[in-house]
């Protein structure tokens, strides 16, 4: 899955560096070098990326949740391998950006005790229900597919180790995407009963799926901060737009309607581009403050995972006779 704007990741009081370092670490930056673990780097830059990465690393393992309480109910042999490789995968890239998060100063517990205490946070777009096999397809399908665009777009940022993540987690994502479109296409081109349940999931989903990008750039807190560090690439509403040009006409073709005003969504042949209806971001901000429909059941078995997994650390570490003794 992927990463907000950084609007709600903390980076704490500026820190003051030797300007001329900053300087020489700014041009490499502008050179479009990559930044690799043991260079200098200011406490910003350092702060920002793991924050970022911590972020996108929490993502990747609470997207999973939702969508691994539907192995059990896949409708078929086929759906049910495709699932379980898919939350295979998305565990798997929690895996490789927490490496990237302990290279950058935090410990593995550190980051799973600060995500269960609601210190640090996930992607919004997983505190949504998943009611029903239809709901399952849509993530693949818009969710993956915003995380590609979005990831896509990291895969050009500035810190070595975390490009190189992205690349290799964009090849998987593709698999994600592919298989999600597979599975609405099926659904729309079943029974009318099929047809029912994408239109509903569509319209769960859809505006978690605008809203991926994160808030409008006039109330991006920490963008510029993030783009003059080349930590991201885009704004968030060039992203936003980018994804409505992808998929309006995709949903359009496959005969689904858009929740709210349907006729909000046309192509526009003056500048190019789709018209949409903008989300509801008085709702974005109640999730990310927690109140969203699933953070508290989310969060809840997020914690019951980490309790009941202490055993296996501690015997991993060889602690578990110590503690037994
Ligand atoms: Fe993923
Ligand atoms: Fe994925």
Redesign the pocket.
Known sequence: ?SVSAGDDIKLGPPHAEDPERLATFQARIDRGELIERDDWMPEDYRLGMLRMAEHHGNS?IMGALPEGEWITRAPNLKRKLALIAKVQ??VG?GQMLYRVVEDLGKTRDEILRDLIAGRTKYHNVFNYPVPTWADVAMIAWLVDGA?IMNQKTLADGSYGPYVRTMKR?NME?AFHFKHGEDMVLTLMSGTPKQKQMAQEAFNRWWPPSVMFFGPPDRKSTQGAMFLRYRLKTTTNDDLRQRFVDRFAPAARALGLRFPGDDSAYRFNPDTGHWTFEQPDWDEFYRVIRGQGPCNERRIALRRFSYEQGAWVRRAILGQLSATAA
Do not use: N, R, V
Request: hydrophobic share 40%; proline share 0%.
């Open positions: 899955m990747e995968d998305e890239h995380a987690i994502e």
